[in-house]
């Protein structure tokens, strides 16, 4: 693999952290916890795997900037602007989290969750769209 490929590696993972994210979302609803346990894994794993590769892709390649002029630049920033704070400060609540949930610390899970999850699927959505707006 090139280094110029990782941006649609990124993309892979992120979308995979989504469904993770989503399916440890709907397996606590239903009070499995095992497999949201599971789910929850998978979604940080992946999520180090993404910034892992982003770190390698643009410590070598830099950013690649944005093409679109008028309304979809405008729309382009409106997501990616967001999308860079909140990924920054969305770090430290979800290995907090994920830390109260391995140690089953379940009410101080739960009530750091409540502001983790939506903000770790933001980032990880938002990602998404602002790769599809780059390379599509």
Not at 27 to 36: D, E, M, Y
Not at 98 to 125: C, M
Request: aromatic letters at 12%; a positive charge.
């Amino acid at each position: 693999m090139n280094v110029s490929d990782l941006p649609h590696l990124n993309a892979a993972l992120n979308t995979l952290s989504t469904i993770f994210l989503i399916t440890g979302w709907l397996l606590i609803k239903r009070r499995r916890i095992l497999p949201h346990k599971r789910a929850m894994t998978a979604a940080i794993v992946t999520s180090a795997l993404f910034l892992t590769s982003y770190v390698i892709y643009h410590a070598n390649v830099g950013s690649k900037p944005f093409p679109g002029t008028g309304l979809v630049r405008t729309i382009y920033f409106a997501i990616l602007i967001p999308h860079v704070i909140l990924a920054a400060v969305s770090l430290p609540p979800i290995l907090i989290t994920f830390a109260r949930g391995l140690r089953r610390d379940d009410a101080r899970h739960r009530k750091i969750a409540r502001w983790t999850f939506p903000l770790w699927l933001f980032v990880s959505v938002s990602g998404v769209a602002v790769y599809g707006m780059l390379y599509w």
